[in-house]
């Protein structure tokens, strides 16, 4: 493998793990603003609303259990999906 190609791998799963803290982060601080209630809250550089509403989705698993075979192949698409995952190879990354 070309030393491009590791740069390349290593860049990736460093902008990787920064990504993930700064969800995790980012989550933390949502929960803490979720605790205080629906409003609408202000900083020095930006502004927040914290909404409640509800939201439909269809349950596949009900639709498994309560449809026929013959149905839920009629409204199943299958898509070809590219992925990357990345996987830190050292224990302290």
């Known amino acids: 493998m070309s030393n491009d190609m590791i740069k390349t791998i290593d860049t990736l799963g460093m902008i990787d793990k920064q990504i993930k803290d ?3 982060t980012a989550r933390k601080l949502k929960d803490e603003l979720i605790a205080r209630g629906v409003g609408k809250y202000d900083g020095n550089l930006f ?3 914290v909404q409640q509403f509800d939201r439909a989705s269809i349950s596949p698993t009900l639709v498994r259990e309560l449809a026929d ?3 839920v192949a009629s ?3 299958v898509k070809t999906i590219n992925a990357v995952v990345v996987k830190p190879i ?3 990354v």
Do not use: C, P, S
């Open 69 to 71: 075979e013959e149905f």
């Open 47 to 49: 502004q927040v609303n």
């Open 90 to 92: 050292a224990i302290n």
């Open 22 to 24: 700064l969800e995790a």
């Open 75 to 77: 409204v199943t698409e």
